[in-house]
């Protein structure tokens, strides 16, 4: 078993940031390819970012591409979402995945654990 909580959510500006993060413990976590997906009110989870386990090796959703880093410290077990430049439109209810061996998944369904999500709001 791996938990997962997520802290770091808020209510911001339009044009400002936020960092995620989402401590994991449980398992031993460099093995395990990290996600961020996102919810919105009636709208399906989608995917924002992803960190491969082994090489780090990254993927992000266009619409966050340029704006949105994703990063992981195996030693605090750890993975965060630095946020920037943020739109209304990414106001949701943000998750992170965990995905043992994985390669970092756009696909929600390849991750296993869950965290319990943090809110974001971004007002225009």
């Known amino acids: 078993q791996v938990q997962l909580v997520e802290s770091g959510g808020g209510l911001v500006q339009a044009g400002g940031s936020l960092r995620l993060s989402c401590a994991a413990s449980?398992?031993?976590?460099?093995?395990?390819?990290m996600g961020w997906f996102r919810q919105a009110p009636g709208k399906e989870r989608e995917f924002v970012a992803a960190?491969?386990?082994?090489?780090?090796?990254?993927d992000y959703a266009d619409l966050v591409k340029g704006r949105f880093t994703i990063s992981r410290d195996n030693a605090k077990n750890t993975v965060y979402l630095q946020m920037t430049s943020l739109k209304p439109e990414d106001t949701a209810v943000y998750y992170c995945?965990?995905?043992?061996w994985g390669s970092g998944s756009r696909n929600r369904i390849r991750y296993d654990y869950w965290g319990q999500g943090t809110q974001v709001t971004v007002s225009s």
């Open positions: 995945a965990a995905d043992q």
């Open positions: 449980g398992r031993t976590f460099s093995n395990y390819a």
């Open positions: 960190i491969s386990w082994r090489l780090g090796r990254t």
